[in-house]
């Protein structure tokens, strides 16, 4: 027999293989089934933590959750263990070389905080400037929906108060309105590395009149597993009060977050603003707020024209003075709109004017309550929408405040608040958030709460909805100042879309 006939007859051995497989192996349901794209529950998720404070006066508490969801949850895990801490750009040293408790680096470490099954959060505590980064890995069951927060309070020195950022997933592009290298500010760019691999990071500063020059910024390398602080004062020379920062990932991917130390109004983490859009929401502005300052940037060629309204209970209007904001393209600008909500919540709203197009911009507003040197400080980013449902972790039985924003559409809105950490029994509400508005809603407590817990938002119907979560402490503890911190609650990635897909024998014969 020829060569090319048992060519052939070996190919179509194969072939008939292939087609018997792919038969035995088509799904009888689902995306491939049906023709359509499917949501279906992630199978694995990461999230990364930036290290909490340098001061020995910070007391930080970590809280972590995955929701309770249709996955089965007899197996999964969901572990944050501590990362390496390194200077800007300079590597650890690796191989055998041991740590202080003689273990050998490299080696699996226990895990710092781990979630053990659904619906159950839990909690940890550090003192100190010892509190570390956290890397954190969830697979199975446990990673849809897996939500971890930090926050950190400490008394005196520059940020004194209190600092809470939600650990977030990896990527390769942010953009931080609202960042400062003035002299009362020590501003900290944190850049967390998750894989096995170095990253190496580019960092842009925009001032009022532009990109600012700096070599520094370039190339800044990020060693596996580890964090590093990068203090922004040290990349450009002249202080700039306002500023637009923009990170990208050349190779690998970080996390990233700015720490904002002030020396008279507190600090905060100011966390990346959502991806540059025509129209921008930041949701939850206290009523109390004594001074707002919103910071925008158009990092496109294209200047921007934007409408500024405020979204309150009763409706939407325009601060007197500030109805609209151009912004030049590449230049950072800020406007000051002092107690704009007047004694009500609020949420800023930007949307293009009507001949101005459909101009990309990010967006972030400094809120300060109090007055004199009682005055404390958080920052609200852009916010994206709630979308399914999205996870808060680290809720106390007092001082929690949930705002809700639909800023097209009415929407319902599912709230449910988690059993605590100690223990009690799970709680929902549903509310009505009316077109335009902005709803400071009664958060649901769970039954003989005992602990912290965590808050599921879901979006039943209309929207989209924008949130907001904040937490605030006073009295002794805070030392007669009125602490808070803000975090947005955004789609707590608990599925993914599955596109169609059936075989295709055609491929073969190519």
Sequence with gaps: MKRTTLSLIAAGAALAAVTSVAAVAAPEEGPAATGKAAQQPVERTSL??????????????????????????DSGTAALVPAARSLAGKDD?????????????????????????QGAPVTAEENGSGAPALIGLAEGSLAPGWSAQQTTHFTAGAGRGLHGAACSAPDTDFWFPGASTAEDRSDYLHLTNPDDAAAVVDIE????????????????????????????????????????VHVTARSGRVAAAVQALDQKVGGDWLTPSAEPSASVVLPGIPKDATAVRLVAFAPGSADADLKVSLAGPNGSLSPAGNETLHLKSGMTTAVDLADV??????????????????????????????????QESAFIPAARPVGDRATVTGNGAEGTYLSLTAPGKAAKVRVTASAGTGGGTAATKTYSVGAGRTLAADVPLPDSLKGTYALTVETVSGGPVHASRTLTLSGAAADGISMFTVQNLTDDRGTVTVPAARPEMGVLLD
């Design 341 to 374: 909500t007047r004694g009500e919540p609020g949420s800023l709203v930007l949307t293009p004017t009507g001949d101005s197009g459909d101009t990309p911009v990010v967006a972030a507003v400094r809120v300060i309550r109090g007055k004199g040197a009682d």
């Design 205 to 244: 500063l925009y001032g009022k009149d532009g990109a600012l020059d700096s070599e520094v910024g370039e190339g800044i390398q990020v060693p596996p597993r580890s964090s590093v602080p990068v203090l922004l004062s040290t990349l450009t020379g002249k202080p700039q009060t306002n500023l637009t």
């Design 93 to 117: 040293k690796k191989g055998d070389e041991k740590d202080d408790k003689g273990d050998k680096k490299g080696e699996e470490e226990k895990p710092f905080l781990a979630v053990k099954k």
């Design 48 to 73: 990364l933590c930036p290290a909490p404070s340098s001061s020995e006066l910070a007391e930080t508490t970590y809280t972590a959750y995955t929701p309770k969801t249709e996955v089965s949850s």
